[in-house]
């Protein structure tokens, strides 16, 4: 079969297989999306002026040195599978089930990804949102707050129900159930009695069920929460599964987004060619002692610190979101108290070591949702921006339609 050429796009041409090879990656994305595609004469057109644009696109990447490298096309395609909770094999037969090659499939994304990063050179750097656009957006946009967002940090005892119990079984497990109530009434702890009643290590860390939505929970779990208190426990009820008990540990209102942040300052010292890890280890370890003694974290920090970001500020970096660091910074930040000093340790960047200053947990959900605002007026900017290049390289290009039916 003859490869006929289409279209002539400056000194590159679309032909025949190109647009075949597209047609099939775009049905694809309409049935991943569960929209309908429209008829082939109108997805050809559509097609077929999407990819004349592409590539003079990817002309004005290729002078201006944009690519995309293999690392960036695999790391792309591993998010692109995990959101579809699929491994690679998995994700790579999903593809090819729809009728596209897989290597066609990756070429074409490594296309798009090389386009993104010429828009977000070209175009992205030179869009400002102002604090007025995003209130002007949140006024006409209100957050409307649902209250199936409420959230419910909850333990639970739950006596179980054996397979196959006798009368006898089920009434001995309800008086239990029971008992447990009624010694929390007494002032047993709820975490004394899982310790005391629940003897299988995952039945103990299976107690603890952490937030919740109310959408993610039985309505019997809601109804048995109906006036419990913060702190407070609910009577025992029965579910199918056996008799459970819950305490109430906090709730978070919809809306609402608590996160934990920690006020740190760290001194770091980088590894060297001409220093082995353990002259800079013992160096550390001198550094540490002196502030035991009683020297000033931060004036140690602003001599010592090989951190350019924060050796100005005494090693501060400032509050902290949990989660925003380094594992091993994470993990050694957790096991200290505040204002102690951390033992050495290690991350990435060298060798360490830090102070908590303070813990506090904050709401950031006005913040989230100005980030929102902030990127959706972004977006709606960038495509008008990359609307209007498009349509002048359009006009400023050599197009040649080499078959009449196209050119119509």
Avoid: C
């Amino acid at each position: 079969m003859i490869n006929k050429a289409l279209v002539i796009v400056n000194e590159s041409i679309i032909t025949q297989a190109d647009l075949d090879q597209q047609m099939s990656i775009a049905r694809l994305e309409f049935n991943a999306s569960g929209r309908a595609p429209p008829p082939d004469s109108v997805l050809s057109s559509q097609v077929l002026e999407e990819m004349i644009v592409d590539n003079l696109l990817l002309d004005v990447a290729q002078r201006f040195g944009i690519s995309t490298t293999n690392s960036q096309v695999n790391y792309a395609l591993s998010v692109i599978a995990k959101q579809n909770q699929l491994n690679g094999a998995q994700f790579k037969a999903l593809i090819e089930e729809n009728g596209v090659r897989f290597e066609n499939y990756r070429m074409d994304l490594r296309r798009q990804l090389t386009i993104r990063q010429l828009v977000n050179n070209r175009i992205g750097r030179t869009i400002n949102i102002s604090s007025q656009e995003i209130n002007d957006y949140l006024l006409q946009n209100p957050y409307e707050i649902d209250e199936q967002d409420d959230k419910f940090e909850l333990a639970q005892i739950l006596i179980s129900i054996p397979a196959n119990a006798t009368e006898e079984t089920l009434f001995a497990l309800g008086k239990t159930a029971n008992e447990i109530y009624q010694s929390l009434m007494g002032g047993l702890s709820f975490d004394d009695a899982i310790k005391s009643y629940l003897p299988g290590e995952g039945e103990r860390q299976n107690a603890f069920l952490g937030l919740r939505s109310r959408s993610q929970l039985p309505q019997i779990f809601i109804d048995a929460l109906d006036n419990v208190e913060i702190g407070g426990v609910s009577e025992v009820f029965k579910s199918p599964r056996g008799w459970h008990i819950l305490k109430l540990i906090d709730v978070q209102q919809a809306g609402v987004s608590m996160v934990l942040q920690r006020q740190v300052r760290h001194i770091l010292l980088r590894q060297t060619d001409l220093l082995r890890k353990e002259q800079i280890r013992s160096r550390l370890e001198r550094i540490r002692d002196r502030i035991l003694a009683g020297e000033d974290f931060g004036s140690v920090a602003r001599l010592q610190s090989e951190d350019p970001s924060s050796r100005a500020l005494g090693g501060s970096l400032g509050w902290i979101d949990a989660g925003q660091l380094p594992v091993e910074f994470e993990q050694t930040l957790d096991a200290l108290a505040l204002n102690e000093i951390s033992l050495i340790f290690e991350t990435g960047a060298g060798l360490h070591i830090a102070q908590v200053m303070g813990r506090r947990e904050i709401d950031i959900g006005e913040n989230l949702r100005r980030l929102e605002a902030e990127q959706v007026l972004r977006g709606r900017k960038t495509d008008e921006a990359l609307e209007q290049w498009s349509q002048s390289l359009r006009e400023d290009a050599y197009v040649e339609y080499r078959t009449p039916l196209l050119s119509e």
